[in-house]
Structures are given as C-alpha cells and as structure tokens.
Nanobody, 124 residues
Framework: QVQLVESGGGLVQAGGSLRLSCVVS????????MGWFRQAPGLEREFVCA????????DYADSVKGRFTISRDNAKNTVYLQMNSLKREDTAVYYC?????????????????WGQGTQVTVSS
C-alpha cells in the first residue's frame, strides 16, 4: 500500500520560508514522478510544481516560479518543497502526490496517490 505523509507546514510571516517534506512508503521513489498541489479556502486544488522520475525535469506554476523549489532524495524516499519569499496568497493546504508516469504532470488525474496535506499559513 502506497502512503504519502507530508510535514513541515505551519505559520510564517510574509517574506519568510518553509520547507515541506513528503515521505513515500510502499513504492520506490525512483520509479515515481512527484507533484505538489495546494488548495486555498474556497478555491479548487491547483498545481504547484512537479519533478520527474529522474529528478532532472522540474515544472512550476507561474505563481511560484523563482520562489519555490522541488527536490527529491530517493535514498530517503522523500520529496521536498522549499518555499521562499512566501506571500499571503500562498496560504493553503499543500498536498504531495505520486504518479507512475515518467515525466512531470500538471493534471491531478495523472496522480494515483495523495497525501493528507499540511497547512501553510502566511501572515502579513
């Protein structure tokens, strides 16, 4: 059974940084493309970023490009999301997701496994 567990969320002031982690169990991370999504109150869940199986292709939503970085440590079966220069509009529940596709995907339907989410709140 594949499980994804996110951690690292919390309350941070605007301009600050957070690093989210997603530990994957039940599946070899090197065989898995990974993505991060987020859902703000009252809004649809949206794509944030993704990394392909090999870790050499990364894709970012325009809203986070240049501020967020996705990375992976296959030895630890963990994917990270480093978030810098946080803005109030980054406030959301952040989800990691796993796909058995090779390349990065923006569509949620491409991801078979999801974590429970971790709350990120950015205050002004």
């Amino acid at each position: 059974q594949v499980q994804l567990v996110e951690s690292g969320g919390g309350l941070v002031q605007a301009g600050g940084s957070l690093r989210l982690s997603c530990v994957v169990s039940g599946r070899t991370l090197s065989n898995t493309a990974m993505g991060w999504f987020r859902q703000a109150p009252g809004l649809e869940r949206e794509f944030v970023c993704a990394i392909n199986r090999g870790g050499f292709i990364r894709d970012y939503a325009d809203s986070v490009k240049g501020r967020f970085t996705i990375s992976r440590d296959n030895a630890k079966n963990t994917v990270y999301l480093q978030m810098n220069s946080l803005k109030r509009e980054d406030t959301a529940v952040y989800y990691c997701a796993a796909s058995n596709m090779f390349n990065t995907k923006r569509s949620q339907s491409e991801y078979a496994w999801w974590g429970q989410g971790t709350q990120v709140t950015v205050s002004s």
